[in-house]
């Protein structure tokens, strides 16, 4: 099954590393993004006086409870003041969404602490990393800021979402959804599932989401499924779980 999705996302997520060291430029091109569809920018700071912000947030800005015409017209403007090649998708299945009352990876300012955005981009930065390069050295690094943002205000099974829009087919997204399927024997083998139940009763710290993002994906490579990877096992999780 295609996604049309992935090749934008994972362009725009490449993109975002660009500003990790110059987040007034990002801050201004987001609001400049926004003004030319004549949309209010949703509240990231108390006072929307924005002074900071990380790239897991400004994917959610697109990734909420909203219209798909709303997430079509937002991600039209996105790839203007990008300059994003890949083509703006219209179809948006397999992507999980963020609760649009919980849409910030941060708490507001006087409820975070100072280095908390900069760890969100040192997460993002070695995620990027690791999805090209999965060798020890950058597990090591991942690991270290995965859990390091792991215990942040703002911070739940949100940012297993946030792995998995940047680069879908490296990182496993543990929404409510994908928990309850992957942990039914009828969708995934046995021994998998007795592997990461118990994993998975709270958000996992780095070594136990590594752990369950190696362990799906050999099973899916493995097993006899319709689903052979992170994005087609999370759209298929979504059909289950709305026939049931």
């Known amino acids: 099954m295609q996604f049309e999705w992935i090749n934008f996302y994972s362009e725009f997520a490449t993109k975002l590393l660009e500003f990790k060291n110059n987040r007034a430029k990002l ?6 993004a926004y003004s030319a569809i004549n949309m209010k920018l949703p509240k990231l700071e108390r006072e929307d ?17 909203i219209t798909n015409a709303n997430r ?10 990008f300059k994003i090649k890949s083509k703006v998708p219209n179809n948006f299945d397999g ?7 919980k ?15 900069d760890n969100l981009w ?22 270290k800021w995965y859990d390091t943002v792991h215990d942040q205000l703002g911070i739940r099974w949100n940012i297993t979402m946030g792995l998995y829009w940047i680069r879908p ?4 997204n543990l929404d409510s959804r994908n928990r309850w399927f992957i942990v039914d024997p009828d969708n995934m083998p046995v021994d998998f599932v007795n592997s990461v139940k118990k994993k998975l009763n709270k958000v996992p710290y780095a070594a136990e989401y590594l752990a369950i993002k190696d362990a799906c994906l050999h099973a899916l490579k493995d097993g006899n499924y319709e689903y052979k990877n992170y994005p087609e096992l999370s759209y298929s999780a979504w059909i289950v779980s709305e026939q049931v």
């Open 27 to 32: 801050i201004a091109d987001i609001q400049s």
């Open 122 to 143: 040192g997460l993002y930065e070695s995620a990027i990393n690791l999805a090209e390069k999965d060798d020890a050295a950058n597990r090591e690094i991942f690991t």
């Open 95 to 101: 992507i999980p969404v963020l609760n649009n009352l």
């Open 72 to 81: 079509i017209a937002i991600l039209e403007s996105f790839a203007t003041v």
């Open 49 to 65: 006086s924005i002074i900071d912000i990380d790239p897991f947030t400004v994917f959610g800005l697109f990734n909420k409870g």
């Open 169 to 172: 087919y490296e990182f496993i």
């Open 103 to 117: 849409a910030t990876y941060y708490g507001f300012k006087d409820d975070r602490q100072v280095a908390d955005i």
